[in-house]
């Protein structure tokens, strides 16, 4: 198994940026796809980002073009570079791992809290 720690998340302005960082621990973490989510108060957990090992990335509509999924496999971390930042994006944000070639992500974080002010 993995264990994912997120951190990061804070209170910001509309317009400005944050990283999020998803340590990994446990089971090597090469071998997983990682992905970001978030949840919002009132609203179904969302996804977010999504990166293969490959390096092939996906966004949702909502965030492409503002986020960026990376990671850095020597440090057994994920990111998740936000920029634009709207209230809109107030949410709890999840890293989330999967096996290659699973549509299922069965490793979750505790998550970290983004909030967004306008």
């Known amino acids: 198994q993995v264990q994912l720690v997120e951190s990061g998340g804070g209170l910001v302005q509309a317009g400005d940026s944050l990283r999020l960082s998803c340590a990994a621990s446990?089971?090597?973490?090469?071998?997983?796809?990682m992905g970001w989510f978030r949840q919002a108060p009132g609203k179904e957990r969302e996804f977010v980002a999504d990166?293969?090992?490959?390096?092939?990335?996906y966004y949702a509509d909502s965030v492409k073009g503002r986020f960026t999924i990376s990671r850095d496999n020597a440090k057994d971390t994920v990111y998740l570079q936000m920029n634009a930042l709207k209230p809109e994006d107030t949410a709890v944000y999840y890293c989330?791992?999967?096996?290659?070639?699973?549509?299922?992500?069965?490793?979750w974080g505790q998550g970290t809290q983004v909030t967004v002010s306008s």
């Open positions: 446990g089971r090597t973490f090469s071998i997983y796809n």
């Open positions: 989330a791992a999967r096996q290659a070639g699973s549509g299922k992500y069965d490793y």
């Open positions: 990166r293969s090992r490959s390096g092939g990335t």
